[in-house]
């Protein structure tokens, strides 16, 4: 129950008099009693009770700015919330967060929420404290026995203050006398001690002591170096014993920890089958030469040329046997049917990447790599032929994807880097470049010549 407390001096006519009290046995009569209090016209007056008393907030009629103060905090909790994610997220750093508006405010909601509780509920407790008048170390009433052994175990007190307009120090305490207490007592003011309890200023220095310890052992820490691993109590997964990569493994013949796969183990998805497609086999006459391994590329780096003396002639290539696919596979077809000129544009692109640095831009040997190494005339340098080489032009299709797959001669593989759909794509933009050589204007769209004639 809020007290109020007197801020003025008091009004009565003994000023040693701080109010009357009178001690009551049970709920009931303190409730009858209240009623008669309120209605002789008293205002400064309270009851202290050790439990609650139903019925005792009807009769008093505590006005109390508490509920505003509690309004005003929710409203500062929600404004500051919006304000906050807004200036934060919206104005000063927009950044979308999951396809969301920078501010949503359906999704500011959560934060509104908490925020408007949380200054409401700051608010809250500290008006309760600050109403009643807290922190306060000294109630004179505590001054008088009754009062503290009765209302900390079992008696009701109801208590009219000396600062009240209608208090006399008699005939209020006759009034409560007739309220049938089961005492009245006058409770004089005792001069509140001024000088703090002994031993207070001994035990605020030792506390203060105390609390430069952590701030010590903190500042030793992190100037002191130790070099025996930290205490580590819970361990979780930290030690446990396993092989790592590249260490000895005494358990197999080769020490090796790390093992190859099973001969023959296929990741998933990644079962080529295809030969057309991943190859640039044909697939009828691999199927029939599948059992005869000599089918496959004659060892396409086995030929060098030989460095020292370009001029000399190169020797006599084996003859390839191997069954190159002479069509596109049905995959790129598709592929052309539906992104058309864009699939020829990801060759394009993919080709100035991966190739154009020693073919060149239009695939004639001239790369920037190619120019660097004539002019420092490198020995062992073998110029990247033109794609419109005419050992090159006539080639089928199969042929140029295996070269871009496993690399010829000095030219290195790029199977690794270029995947299947990319390999094709740049074929078939090496196809459309060596087309642009010999194009007549039969090759060009009607519309587009019209143009380029008008434009002549
Ligand atoms: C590091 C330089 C270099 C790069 C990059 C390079 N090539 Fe070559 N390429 C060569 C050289 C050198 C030769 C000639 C090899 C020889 O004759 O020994 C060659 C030859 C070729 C040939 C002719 C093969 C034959 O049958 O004679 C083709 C086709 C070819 N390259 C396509 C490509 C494509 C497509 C790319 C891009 C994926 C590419 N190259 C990237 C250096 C390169």
Redesign the pocket.
Known sequence: MAHDHPKAKPVSTDPACVGVIAEFQNSHDVLHAAQRVKDAGYTKWDVYSPFPLHGIDDIMQRPTVLPWNCAVGACVGLATAIILQWATNGFDYPIIVSGKEPFAFPASMPINFELTVLITAFTCFFSVILLSGLPRLYNPLLQNERFRQGVTDDKIVIAIDSTDAKFSRSKTADFLRSLHPSSVDEVMAVPEPTALPSGFALAAILLALFATVPPILIIRKRNTFVDVPRIHPVQDMDFQPKFKPQKVNEFFADKRTIRNPVTGTIARGDLETDVHYFEGLDSASTVAAIKNASFLDPAPNAAP?APANPAAPAPAAPVDNTPYAKDFPPQVIDKLKVDGIKFVKRGQE??NI??A???GLEGAGD?L??RRATELEQPTW????S?H?D??VP?PVG??FR??SHG?????G?ESQ?MPED?WA??VY?KSLQRSRNASASDVPAAELEKLQATK
């Open positions: 040329v993919r080709f991966y190739c640095a020693c073919h790369g790599v190619a073998v110029k990247p032929l794609i080489d050992g090159v080639q042929k140029v070269t871009i010829i001669r000095k030219m290195p790029y270029i390999r740049i074929i090496m």
